[in-house]
T-cell receptor, first 113, second 114 residues
Framework: KQEVTQIPAALSVPEGENLVLNCSFT??????LQWFRQDPGKGLTSLLL?????REQTSGRLNASLDKSSGRSTLYIAASQPGDSATYLC????????????FGKGTRLLVKP | SAVISQKPSRDICQRGTSLTIQCQVD?????MFWYRQQPGQSLTLIAT?????????ESGFVIDKFPISRPNLTFSTLTVSNMSPEDSSIYLC???????????FGEGSRLTVL
């Protein structure tokens, strides 16, 4: 069964810094991987979806890469801003009794002004 | 992208009561899921809501405690039955875009059980 691990668990950086969040998964037979953002007390906002045939996806200052063979994905945030402060979650599909999505525990990011 | 509406957004409930959470999607979707997020934790899948048939529950979750309905391709409900303080969590409805595989979430329902 799929297991998703995210490191670091928490990260504090000064504004303007570039940073990388890591996600690893145990079952590489995935058809996509998705990164989300969650603000405190809120639902999840989809950031980037990478299909299994793709190696990376970009949206603004965000870039996500996927390496199925090594079971890893990274989320790169360029020129971080205080508004980027949130918890970032990655999710990978898992085939159990049916297809579902397994989440990592998230990386809690704080960008200090 | 699908827009998902959940209600109630929050509620305070008494021990032993039941509460039903509704989830409405603005387009037809094949796959709908219910997740639980306990305080300070990540998301745990409760079940996949199947249209026209019984939901598929994950290990540790049972139908008697979390009955789920899925009468059509845009709507689902999750009931949290016989609540205890341990059920205090955020419950999140999600749906998968059948074309892209992208997962979307509602804003969640924050339940506090006293």
């Amino acid at each position: 069964k799929q297991e998703v691990t995210q490191i670091p668990a928490a990260l504090s950086v000064p504004e303007g810094e570039n940073l990388v969040l890591n996600c690893s998964f145990t079952d590489s037979a995935i058809y996509n991987l998705q990164w989300f953002r969650q603000d405190p007390g809120k639902g999840l906002t989809s950031l980037l979806l990478i299909q299994s045939s793709q190696r990376e996806q970009t949206s603004g200052r965000l870039n996500a890469s996927l390496d199925k063979s090594s079971g890893r994905s990274t989320l790169y945030i360029a020129a971080s801003q205080p508004g980027d402060s949130a918890t970032y979650l990655c999710a990978a599909p898992s085939e159990g009794q049916g297809f579902s999505f397994i989440f990592g525990k998230g990386t809690r990011l704080l960008v200090k002004p | 992208s699908a827009v998902i509406s959940q209600k109630p957004s929050r509620d305070i409930c008494q021990r032993g009561t039941s509460l039903t959470i509704q989830c409405q999607v603005d387009s037809q979707v094949t796959m709908m899921f219910w997740y639980r997020q306990q305080p300070g934790q990540s998301l745990t899948l409760i079940a996949t809501a199947n249209q026209g048939s019984e939901a598929t529950y994950e290990s540790g979750f049972v139908i008697d405690k979390f009955p789920i309905s899925r009468p059509n391709l845009t709507f689902s409900t999750l009931t949290v039955s016989n609540m205890s303080p341990e059920d205090s969590s955020i419950y999140l409805c999600s749906a998968e875009d059948g074309n892209t595989g992208e997962l979307f979430f509602g804003e969640g329902s924050r339940l506090t059980v006293l």
